[in-house]
């Protein structure tokens, strides 16, 4: 990306049958609340290109908004502001950007309930639906949908008024007509926002789909994860990135006020059985302060900025290409070499970038190193003797790597 940003919304649209990728808003490298802008980019899938586009058109910056796509516009809605005396103040703005004018239209109708911090998600690519969040003082209960059709604002079944639903920092999507959600920081009446392990299930009404019906479990106390990355993949949905701790805008917890990690995890649920897995990425790849993701094809995803370990804010794109339930992860920035095809069944291309030469390194899925090359502007790694599974590449004096699948 042009600059380091995390907590921006993100999502994807199409310009003349081009895929690209919206950032919005967001904090930048300082993490302070300075650092909080109105900053606007888009990437080009094809030409592997971000530049600039207008600022979010507020009159304050603000992080923790969402952004989702209906048909041919996207919707950046919520966030919160932060005032140098340290006050917050959650937003009812909806701001409404056209991809192919590359131009923002009047906002929407405001929304009912300020909010940031939400789970967003769209519903037959005709309503966004709204749910929970942070509203100036609270974890609210209320489900907010939003018909841009119509620019008019509804009230959904609320989900139950307990702390096991009411949250902020979760995320979730819409799979036929249910509601799925997981994880985000509770306030429950109890200090230091605790992170949250319940899955949250809201059936709509295919006829009324203000109708929602709640349900939550605990499938697994082991897993819980706050602001993470959140999209529905062959069926599946996939929960990519975030943290097992909440914190601040800052990238420090709520409890201590000491640094937060990222999770090195892609969970995964099916829903129809309700079975979670999960997948991890060596080199924590995985980026935490994730407030969306681009869904540019069936099988490919995008993540964009973020903060990786030691609360570094991030400007890498990250290309996610699922098979099944795993993916490959392209790092489209800091790296000096690419390859195809990926997945593979036998032999990888690799292509240098403004190298001579590279030393790169086969590993397995544990980061056991397999094989050593050295790679002169092209090359061809075999892996015809390895099994089916994931590995990667990396550089030798680096830590930039590839994930590959071998089919």
């Known amino acids: 990306m042009p600059m380091k940003i ?21 904090i930048d490298s300082t993490k302070d609340h300075n650092g909080i802008g109105l900053w606007s980019f888009r990437y ?39 005032f140098d005396n340290g006050s917050e103040l959650s937003s009812d703005r909806v701001h409404i950007y056209d991809p192919n004018s590359n131009s923002y239209l009047p906002d929407g109708a405001a929304i009912p309930v300020p909010i940031d911090d939400q789970v967003q998600a769209v519903w037959r690519d005709s309503l966004i639906v709204v ?14 949908i939003y018909n841009p059709a119509l620019d008019s604002w509804t009230s959904g079944t609320p989900i139950p008024n307990f702390g096991n639903y009411k949250s902020f920092g979760s995320s979730g999507t819409i799979v036929g007509d249910s509601i799925f959600y997981f994880g985000g920081a509770s306030s429950n009446g109890l200090q230091n926002f605790p992170i949250q392990k319940s899955l949250r299930i809201g059936i ?23 602001r993470m990355a959140c999209t529905q993949v062959n069926g599946n949905i996939h929960w990519i990135g975030g943290s097992n701790r909440t914190y601040n805008y ?9 640094g937060v990690e990222p999770l090195n995890r892609n969970l995964f649920l099916e829903p129809e059985t309700l079975k979670w897995d999960s997948d991890s990425a060596i080199g924590g790849s995985f980026p935490m302060d994730l407030r969306g993701i681009a869904e540019v094809s069936s099988n490919t995803r995008y993540i964009v900025g973020g903060m990786n370990a030691n609360q570094e804010v991030s400007n890498k794109t990250l290309k996610l ?3 099944k339930n795993s993916f490959a992860l392209n790092s489209l920035t800091g790296l000096a070499f690419e390859l195809y095809p990926n997945p593979s069944r036998d032999f990888v291309f690799v292509t240098l970038k403004n190298k001579e030469k590279l030393d790169l390194i086969l590993m397995d899925a544990r980061g056991r190193n397999l094989e050593q090359f050295q790679i002169k502007e092209n090359g061809t790694i075999d892996l015809s003797q390895y099994q089916k599974g994931v590995y990667f590449l990396k550089e030798k004096q680096g830590r930039a790597h590839l994930k590959i699948l071998k089919i």
Do not use: C, H
């Not at 709509?204 to 706050?226: C, E, F, H, K, V």
């Open 6 to 26: 995390s907590n921006n919304a993100v999502s994807e649209a199409f310009v003349n049958g081009i895929p690209y990728v919206f950032s919005f808003a967001g």
């Open 44 to 82: 080009n899938t094809q030409t592997d290109t971000w530049d600039s586009i207008a600022p979010l058109p507020d009159t304050l910056g603000k992080i923790a908004a969402s952004a989702s796509r209906v048909k041919d516009l996207i919707y950046i809605i919520g966030g919160y502001y932060v």
């Open 131 to 144: 749910v929970s969040g942070w509203s100036q003082i609270k974890n609210v209960a209320d489900v907010q």
């Open 204 to 226: 709509m009404d295919a006829n009324d789909p203000s109708q929602i019906s709640w349900t939550d479990t605990i499938l697994d106390s082991s897993l819980r994860g706050y």
């Open 250 to 258: 800052d990238g420090l917890a709520y409890s201590n006020g000491q």
């Open 321 to 323: 290409e699922f098979v």
